[in-house]
Structure formats: C-alpha cells, structure tokens
Nanobody, 122 residues
Framework: QVQLVESGGGLVQAGGSLRLSCAAS????????MGWFRQAPGKEREFVSIISGSGGNTLYTDSVKGRFTISRDNAKNTVNLQMNSLKPEDSAVYYC???????????????WGKGTLVTVSS
C-alpha cells in the first residue's frame, strides 16, 4: 500500500511558476513509476508527466514540454513537478500517482493522492 500526499498548489499569475511536491509512504517507493495527472473542471483527468523508479526516464504530455520538469528523490520518498511559464489553461487539480508498470493512463496507475489545486490567472 502506498499513500500519496500532494502539496504546493496555489494561485499564480500567467507566466509564473509553482513547484508541486508529492510525499509517499512505504519502503518500496523506488519500485514505482510516479506520475502527475491533472483534471480541470468539466474535463477528464489527463496525463501530465511520469518518471521511472530510478529517475532515469521521464515523459511529458506535449502541452507542458519545455515548461514542466518532473523529478524524484528516492531517499526522501518524494516526487516533484516544477511548473514554469504557467498558462491559464494549466489550471486544474493536480494529482500524484504511483504505478507498478510504466503507464501513462489513469487506469494504469495503482495509487492516487487527493490532489492539489493550481489556479493560473490571466
């Protein structure tokens, strides 16, 4: 069982930055790929980024490439999402998720956090 708790959300102006963090419980954190997803009001939850257990592989959805950076610290059981050059369309609840296998889909994730709200004003 893995418990995930996100933090770092908030209100920021367009062009600004936020750093989301996700703290995970459990001793097997490094065995999970960790992902970030987001869900805007009235829309489906969508993939944002994922990082492999070792941190050596990362993947981003096209809309955030070059602006967002995912990272992890296996010694601290944390995964972060640095978000720069934020746009109003980035506004959403951001969820941290853990996956046993390398997946980029909602159904492919095994554990979820409760989310943190990011609001980008224009």
């Amino acid at each position: 069982q893995v418990q995930l708790v996100e933090s770092g959300g908030g209100l920021v102006q367009a062009g600004g930055s936020l750093r989301l963090s996700c703290a995970a419980s459990g001793r097997t954190f490094s065995s999970y790929a960790m992902g970030w997803f987001r869900q805007a009001p009235g829309k489906e939850r969508e993939f944002v980024s994922i990082i492999s257990g070792s941190g050596g592989n990362t993947l981003y959805t096209d809309s955030v490439k070059g602006r967002f950076t995912i990272s992890r610290d296996n010694a601290k059981n944390t995964v972060n999402l640095q978000m720069n050059s934020l746009k109003p369309e980035d506004s959403a609840v951001y969820y941290c998720a853990a996956a046993t296998y390398w997946r980029m889909t909602v159904k492919g994730m095994d554990y979820w956090g409760k989310g943190t709200l990011v609001t980008v004003s224009s």
